[in-house]
Nanobody, 122 residues
Framework: QVQLVESGGGLVQPGGSLRLSCTAS????????MGWFRQAPGKKREGVSC????????HYVDSVKGRFTVSRDNAKNTVYLQMNSLKPEDTGVYYC???????????????WGQGTQVTVSS
């Protein structure tokens, strides 16, 4: 089974930017879509954005539209999430997942990374 590893999280001030990466141990083209999710303390894991690996078409939840950009590099088996104009409410653990786009999960199953913490605070 493929393994996913996220990186790029950290502490950033409101209005700042971060770029997250999700690298797969296998081919991301084996999956139709790669998704980014986030989980704030005490809340469900919720979809933020996703990208179709074949043609690069994208989806965003309304709260991040115009601020976040998802992209992929199939040759590197890596998916990125560029996050600009960050807000405190963007704080949470960010996960990538294979073959999932959107939705919210209390007890997620499937192929997930270990997550990377993003904290937006002054």
């Amino acid at each position: 089974q493929v393994q996913l590893v996220e990186s790029g999280g950290g502490l950033v001030q409101p209005g700042g930017s971060l770029r997250l990466s999700c690298t797969a141990s296998g081919f991301i083209l084996d999956y139709s879509v790669m998704g980014w999710f986030r989980q704030a303390p005490g809340k469900k894991r919720e979809g933020v954005s996703c990208i179709r690996t074949s043609d690069g078409s994208t989806h965003y939840v309304d709260s991040v539209k115009g601020r976040f950009t998802v992209s992929r590099d199939n040759a590197k088996n890596t998916v990125y999430l560029q996050m600009n104009s960050l807000k405190p409410e963007d704080t949470g653990v960010y996960y990538c997942a294979a073959d999932l786009c959107g939705g919210s999960y209390t007890d997620p199953t499937g192929v997930w990374g270990q997550g990377t913490q993003v904290t937006v605070s002054s």
